[in-house]
DNA sequence: TATTAGCCTATCGGAATACTAGGATTAATT
DNA sequence: AATTAATCCTAGTATTCCGATAGGCTAATA
């Protein structure tokens, strides 16, 4: 199930794709018009300012804005920072790896490869989708 | 993130798959074998058997065994029983469909578009993936 | 210097997850 | 009939995570 947090970062990145101009827009704003909790939203907006996709001004007139073009901002690194691994299970993470600890022999389990499947199906889509594309 | 109760109920799936004869299969046989708590997987089978994925026996000499042969077990069935919904998001879920609470509008929801995509490619696979494919 | 807007840490309630306990029930064996 | 072995079933618990909130701090602008 994907968090509100991905989906509030998703939406509130889309509404910044939008914009026409590049000044820096206000949490309050996105919030408004996005239906989604403020503080909620700084905290989502903070981590992807930590993670370089976004830039932020402070004081009077500030906000955030985006750093890259949307058709630069990939979603294999939008869906990282906000909802963090992409597959499914651990043992098949590429950025997220870690080790099963019920699970004697990867090669042979049957959930690795199912899920193998899976990640590499989901990748293609992410990597094949930039901000850009949500925008229409 | 794949849930252990889905994780452990295919391990267990797969290991009476892997059984030559159809005899009843105990429960601590498999709760050995594959690593996990007798009472947790308990509890498991009992959803699969509720389900109609598998058959069980009770008394002395009891045990659970698939009911249909592992070549006609889909892993969208049995993931739908073990995990839920397959989609990320309920607004795209076919079997668990609910609308957003903050969305106005499906249509040009960003997220919405996305995440069919994944749904989608997920269910493709998991459609063409049948419970002897994973005992290879 | 006053105001505005992001920065940052801490916390909290509720829901979901991952189990656990213990008895009831059923069936085979002795 | 008694014993044993297995599932059935309800309930409970411990822990973790999620979504959200509070409140002060810092920086930039007017």
Redesign the pocket.
């Known amino acids: ?1 994907l ?3 991905t989906k ?1 970062g998703l939406k509130a990145l889309t509404f910044l794709a939008r914009q026409e101009s590049k000044e ?5 704003q996105i919030s408004k018009s996005e239906n ?5 939203l ?2 989502i ?2 981590s992807l ?2 993670t370089g996709i976004l830039g ?9 804005y985006l750093i890259k073009e949307p058709t630069d901002i990939l979603m294999t690194d939008v869906i990282r920072v906000l909802e ?1 691994p992409i597959a499914m299970v651990p043992c098949v993470s590429l950025n997220f790896y870690e080790k099963c600890d019920d699970c004697p022999d990867e090669a042979t389990c049957c959930v690795n490869k199912l899920m193998i499947q899976v990640r590499d199906a989901t990748l293609k889509i992410f990597r094949n989708t930039t901000l850009k594309d949500l925008c229409v």
């Open positions: 199930m968090s509100k947090k509030y820096p827009i206000q949490i309050a989604i909790s403020q503080k909620f700084e905290s907006l903070l300012r930590k932020s001004k402070k004081g009077k007139g500030g906000g955030y963090g």
